[in-house]
């Protein structure tokens, strides 16, 4: 796909894009606008429609628009006129779509044939579709093209060209394949359009009106007619022989893995750890700087506490080049030791910080007794002398509760809101937790890439390797040093921060 292309497509993807508030909140989902119209159903034009007017997208490649606008012009108003006069039709409309040609009468089919074939360069225009060999009236079709040979294997390429023109159901070959199926219907007589304009919209098709109002029109209609206009019997055997189609690209023609992209790291990696893990002292020399006391403080325990458990996750992260799986789960955890840090300073109860202490010395009891009286085979993960030492600190075991709910009654979502850093939740927390939880667009991410083959329909494939080139070392450094602002904001003055050594 050229660049220009891709340009027009981003540009086409942008004004799609439905608004968050657009969408309707109905429980714990938000319906998209589409959706909120009653009784929608689905349609393909990649799937059931695109395989159908294969022969349209072939002299549009192969002859240029103008010339194949023109043939499909004759072919329209030919066939639509021919279908008015023809008496005790078994064809319901004129569907000239490669399957839909074979549900029309025989005098229909000779003119088509006799139409398309006028213009000599139609032959090689037209020529891969031998390959097919599930191709309905293949007979008829050969007659004009010639049989398949062992050469004509190059005509793959001339059909992926094609197929690459019309994966996009709104580019301007695919809407102009759409008309071609429309219109042998309007001239037959059988749509009843809305007014004289709409008809020379369509009939004088695309040098009539603004195109920008008549090209959506023309999609609609297509959409509502490719799909059978509630002709089941006709969708459904046209069905099979798009997904025969399919099938047949996938089974003749290999995968095309595209070049993986370079992954580089941006910054020095080792002078930024060796920087970064000096804070270690540093924060302990704070630490000591503001101990006066030997009783439990949970306040400051957990303040001191964050910051620490931050800077390790950081030098992790860091230590991954920041492009690692693991430097996303580090963000995810970093921005919530944020939130939970900001909402304790925000509410100003001192209580709640002793709540959030306990909390934890209650799922170090929960996970020791798991491990004494439920799990047979020990992780080794976890040493159970360790998790018992943790439960005993503050209190005996025996008289801690467990919370088995949040330990703040509360979601991390709704504790951001009310720390007012919802900005931080939705930037480091919500999509890092994709990786966390292996939800479907992570993993795809990370392992799979689409296959460069228009003839595979975009399918995906696995990758070489995993996908590495997203950094999240700025992202390190932000969340951290947030984190030490805070700790600043209740144990001031540290005014120690971390940043990135230019790869210099």
């Given at each position: 796909m050229?660049?220009?292309?891709?340009?027009?497509?981003?540009?086409?993807?942008?004004?799609?894009?439905?608004?968050?508030?657009?969408?309707?909140?109905?429980?714990?989902?938000?319906?998209?606008?589409?959706n909120?119209?009653?009784?929608?159903s689905?349609?393909?034009?990649?799937?059931?429609?695109?395989?159908?007017?294969?022969w349209?997208?072939?002299?549009?490649?192969?002859?240029?628009?103008?010339?194949?606008?023109?043939?499909?012009?004759?072919?329209?108003?030919?066939?639509?006129?021919?279908?008015?006069?023809?008496?005790?039709?078994?064809?319901?409309?004129?569907?000239?779509?490669?399957?839909?040609?074979?549900?029309?009468?025989?005098?229909?089919?000779?003119?088509?044939?006799?139409?398309?074939?006028?213009?000599?360069?139609?032959?090689?225009?037209?020529?891969?579709?031998?390959?097919?060999?599930?191709?309905?009236l293949?007979?008829?079709?050969?007659?004009?093209?010639?049989?398949?040979?062992?050469?004509?294997?190059?005509?793959?390429?001339?059909?992926?060209?094609?197929?690459?023109?019309?994966?996009?159901?709104?580019?301007?070959?695919?809407?102009?394949?759409?008309?071609?199926?429309?219109?042998?219907?309007i001239?037959?007589?059988?749509?009843?359009?809305?007014?004289?304009?709409?008809?020379?919209?369509?009939?004088?098709?695309?040098?009539?009106?603004?195109?920008?109002?008549?090209?959506?029109?023309?999609?609609?209609?297509?959409?509502?007619?490719?799909?059978?206009?509630?002709?089941?019997?006709?969708?459904?055997?046209?069905?099979?022989?798009?997904?025969?189609?399919?099938?047949?690209?996938?089974?003749?023609?290999?995968?095309?893995?595209?070049?993986?992209?370079?992954?580089?790291?941006?910054?020095?990696?080792?002078?930024?750890?060796?920087?970064?893990?000096?804070?270690?002292?540093?924060?302990?020399?704070?630490?000591?700087?503001?101990?006066?006391?030997?009783?439990?403080?949970?306040?400051?325990?957990?303040?001191?506490?964050?910051?620490?458990?931050?800077?390790?996750?950081?030098?992790?992260g860091?230590?991954?080049?920041?492009?690692?799986?693991?430097?996303?789960?580090?963000?995810?955890?970093?921005?919530?030791?944020?939130?939970?840090?900001?909402y304790?300073?925000?509410?100003?109860?001192?209580?709640?910080w002793?709540?959030?202490?306990?909390?934890?010395?209650?799922?170090?009891?929960?996970?020791?007794?798991?491990?004494?009286?439920?799990?047979?085979?020990?992780?080794?993960y976890?040493?159970?002398?360790?998790?018992?030492?943790?439960?005993?600190?503050?209190?005996?075991?025996?008289?801690?509760?467990?919370?088995?709910?949040?330990?703040?009654?509360?979601?991390?979502?709704?504790?951001?809101?009310?720390?007012?850093?919802?900005?931080?939740?939705?930037?480091?927390?919500?999509?890092?937790?994709?990786?966390?939880?292996?939800?479907?667009?992570?993993?795809?991410?990370?392992?799979?890439?689409?296959?460069?083959?228009?003839?595979?329909?975009?399918?995906?494939?696995?990758?070489?390797?995993?996908?590495?080139?997203?950094?999240?070392?700025?992202?390190l450094?932000?969340?951290?040093?947030?984190?030490?602002?805070?700790?600043?904001?209740?144990?001031?003055?540290?005014?120690?921060?971390?940043?990135?050594?230019?790869?210099?």
């Amino acid at each position: 796909m050229s660049q220009k292309r891709t340009r027009q497509q981003q540009k086409r993807n942008k004004k799609r894009k439905s608004k968050i508030d657009s969408h309707k909140k109905v429980g714990s989902k938000l319906i998209s606008p589409f959706n909120q119209i009653p009784n929608t159903s689905y349609m393909s034009w990649v799937n059931d429609r695109l395989p159908c007017m294969l022969w349209a997208g072939l002299l549009l490649n192969g002859l240029g628009r103008d010339r194949a606008i023109e043939i499909f012009r004759e072919i329209g108003f030919h066939i639509g006129n021919l279908f008015r006069e023809v008496e005790n039709r078994e064809c319901e409309l004129p569907r000239v779509g490669i399957y839909g040609l074979s549900t029309l009468d025989d005098d229909l089919q000779d003119k088509f044939f006799e139409l398309i074939f006028e213009e000599k360069k139609s032959v090689d225009a037209l020529k891969p579709l031998v390959l097919i060999e599930s191709l309905p009236l293949a007979n008829k079709w050969r007659v004009y093209l010639g049989e398949r040979l062992e050469e004509d294997k190059g005509l793959w390429t001339s059909l992926a060209d094609t197929i690459s023109m019309l994966l996009d159901h709104q580019s301007q070959e695919s809407t102009d394949c759409r008309w071609a199926y429309l219109i042998p219907i309007i001239n037959s007589g059988k749509v009843h359009l809305q007014n004289e304009q709409q008809f020379k919209e369509y009939i004088q098709y695309p040098h009539y009106e603004d195109q920008r109002k008549v090209r959506p029109s023309i999609r609609a209609m297509e959409m509502q007619f490719g799909d059978g206009m509630m002709d089941y019997e006709y969708f459904s055997e046209k069905k099979v022989w798009a997904g025969n189609f399919w099938k047949e690209c996938k089974r003749e023609t290999s995968c095309f893995m595209p070049k993986p992209e370079l992954s580089c790291i941006e910054f020095d990696l080792i002078k930024t750890v060796s920087s970064v893990k000096t804070i270690w002292n540093d924060l302990s020399g704070h630490f000591a700087e503001t101990d006066e006391f030997t009783h439990v403080q949970a306040k400051r325990d957990a303040s001191f506490g964050f910051c620490f458990y931050a800077l390790t996750l950081t030098l992790e992260g860091l230590a991954s080049s920041g492009k690692l799986l693991t430097a996303k789960l580090a963000l995810r955890m970093l921005a919530e030791i944020y939130i939970t840090f900001k909402y304790l300073i925000s509410l100003g109860d001192e209580k709640l910080w002793d709540v959030y202490r306990s909390y934890g010395s209650g799922q170090a009891k929960l996970t020791f007794l798991k491990l004494d009286e439920v799990l047979e085979d020990q992780p080794g993960y976890i040493k159970k002398k360790n998790i018992e030492a943790l439960a005993n600190e503050d209190i005996y075991l025996d008289f801690q509760n467990i919370d088995l709910g949040n330990w703040a009654k509360t979601d991390l979502r709704k504790m951001s809101q009310v720390a007012g850093c919802k900005d931080i939740y939705d930037a480091y927390y919500s999509w890092p937790s994709s990786y966390a939880h292996g939800q479907w667009c992570a993993v795809k991410d990370v392992v799979y890439t689409t296959c460069h083959n228009p003839l595979h329909r975009l399918h995906r494939i696995p990758r070489p390797s995993p996908r590495y080139e997203d950094g999240a070392e700025k992202d390190l450094i932000l969340l951290f040093n947030k984190i030490l602002d805070l700790l600043n904001d209740v144990y001031p003055s540290f005014e120690i921060r971390a940043g990135l050594v230019d790869n210099t």
